[in-house]
């Protein structure tokens, strides 16, 4: 956290008993309250200054993040039957049809990547599993 803003006590004018304590972001150079969480406060420092920080992050990422998710999801539907063999391999696992020492995880992800041909991907063996992990994708409305 740049040491510019600080969390701070804020009394709001929505201030009741129960609300309780609540914190505000201020600017330290201009004595100004610059998050306020639209008047109500934050209800701890730490969700003050993550509130903060979410409101001033580096939007290029997320652009970069939609892209690669684009990627990930038409790979996805165009090696369906990969994603299958995925989906049985990973249900005989959690079954306990092999080894105990067996897991889904991202090495077994990479591990079958290889073992069916699949290199120099345009993402990660951990981007794919953390976006097969998440369910079903083709059958949710179409991502904007």
């Known amino acids: 956290m740049n040491k510019r803003y600080k969390a701070i006590v804020f009394s709001s004018p929505m201030d009741s008993e129960k609300a309780g304590i609540r914190y505000a972001i ?14 109500y406060g934050y209800r701890s420092a730490q969700k003050a200054y993550a509130g ?65 041909g699949y290199r120099d991907l345009p993402f990660t063996a951990r981007d794919l599993y953390k976006y097969w992990q998440n369910g079903p994708v083709f059958s949710k409305k179409k991502r904007q």
Do not use: C
């Open 52 to 116: 903060w920080a979410y409101k001033n992050r580096d939007r290029s990422k997320d652009t970069e993040k939609a892209e690669k998710e684009i990627i990930i999801l038409q790979w996805m539907k165009e090696n369906r039957s990969f994603i299958r063999l995925l989906d049985t391999l990973a249900f005989e696992i959690v079954k306990g049809s092999h080894a105990p020492e067996d897991k889904v995880d991202v090495n077994f992800v990479r591990k079958l990547l290889k073992e069916n």
């Open 26 to 39: 201020k600017d330290i150079e201009t004595g100004e309250i610059v998050d306020d969480a639209q008047g």
